[in-house]
């Protein structure tokens, strides 16, 4: 299961390696904290052996959820938290109407839990049952055939979601509850013009990003899986910061016809808080990968976490590689996926930053 994520950029058609000669208004560079901070992990025993590819993780009250990318019979488990006694699973996989194909991310909102299947181009509600103990399908969305793949999606609030754009058009889609779109926001923020006027899908397919959105503040932060890029968007005063960390741009080339990632593996989650943004850094090269093929833990041993208006904070260094985090700024606790583990939810404790 290692480095699997990596097979999603083979669609990719134009090669691309831009540099930020200059940062002009809200672009903005960043390479050190002001604070690093070495985190140790305490792994969870698990009663039971589920994953292939522990990918995200949510809480909420005394629920844990956990999804798995590759799952071989279910897409998501429900535990109890915070014993991480297993109570069920959900999102079976399958053709049928009411099984999925896959799983690209979930999202809890108002004691509801939605999925995303990017094969079939559906979100699905599934609400609690009345014990608490499983999850029950409840409502299917169809997106409009127009919107290009889905990889991610955020919700905005109880009429509209937010997906990442990959036509190129712009950068994220508004989405309503029926699945139409309703407004579009951004724009890709690449120095790379030739590939914004003549590629713009394939780049928007190389800038693809992962993202997160907190009604509270109303921030909705995206990070790149390639390079080092990281947009905050405050959508109730329109303002737009984009950070750029010392790898730069998502980087790529053509080889046979397919894209190929040549720079580094950038982030691979994100989390919006009251008060900060969290987000899970690798920093590896594809050249290393491709060296020590097989050999190299997956995932990242960074959490990068900047304010909510995009200014770097801290820097947190951890002792294990790991893909998704669930961050409880009340309790000082971050809880994580390990892909590399049998026992892959490990639990970090952290101070003030």
């Not at 409009?144 to 990959?166: C, G, H, K, Q």
């Not at 030739?194 to 990070?223: G, I, M, T």
């Not at 790149?224 to 950070?243: M, P």
């Amino acid at each position: 299961m290692k480095n699997s994520i990596l097979l999603l950029f083979l669609f990719l058609f134009i090669s691309c390696k831009t540099k930020h000669k200059e940062y002009v208004g809200n672009v903005l560079p960043y390479s050190r904290f002001p604070q690093e901070k070495e985190l140790k992990g305490e792994v969870i025993e698990l009663d039971t052996a589920l994953f292939r590819y522990p990918f995200r993780i949510r809480i909420e009250g005394d629920k844990a959820i956990v999804m798995d990318l590759h799952g071989s019979e279910h897409y998501g488990h429900l535990f109890q938290y915070p014993s991480f006694r297993y109570l069920s699973s959900f999102g079976r996989r399958g053709d049928s109407p009411t099984e999925m194909l896959s799983m690209e991310n979930f999202r809890l909102y108002n004691h509801e839990l939605w999925t995303l299947d990017a094969n079939k181009s559906e979100l699905t509600r599934l609400d609690f049952s009345s014990s608490g103990d499983s999850l029950l399908r409840e409502e299917t969305v169809t997106l409009d055939e127009d919107i290009l793949r889905p990889l991610d999606f955020a919700i905005y609030n109880d009429t509209t979601f937010v997906i990442p754009d990959y036509s190129g058009e712009s950068r994220f889609l508004k989405v309503n509850c029926k699945g139409k779109l309703i407004e579009k926001i951004g724009a890709i923020p690449t120095a790379n013009e030739k590939a914004l006027q003549e590629a713009r899908p394939a780049l928007a397919q190389a800038w693809r990003s992962f993202l997160d959105y907190n009604p509270h503040n109303c921030v909705l932060a995206a990070v790149t899986q390639l390079g080092e890029v990281v947009e905050i968007y405050n959508l109730k005063d329109s303002t737009h910061v984009i950070r750029i960390g010392e790898h730069d741009e998502p980087e790529f080339k053509v080889s046979d016809g397919y894209g190929i990632p040549t720079g580094i593996m950038g982030f691979s989650d994100v989390q919006v808080t009251d008060s900060a943004i969290y987000a899970v850094f690798h920093g590896t090269s594809f050249k290393e990968i491709a060296r020590q093929s097989g050999k190299l833990p997956d995932g990242g041993k960074y959490i990068y976490v900047f304010s909510l208006k995009g200014e770097p904070m801290c820097k947190y260094v951890l002792d294990h590689y790991i893909y998704g985090i669930w961050v409880d700024e009340a309790t000082k606790t971050i809880m994580a996926t390990d892909v590399n583990s049998d026992q892959p939810i490990v639990k970090f404790s952290f101070g003030s930053v």
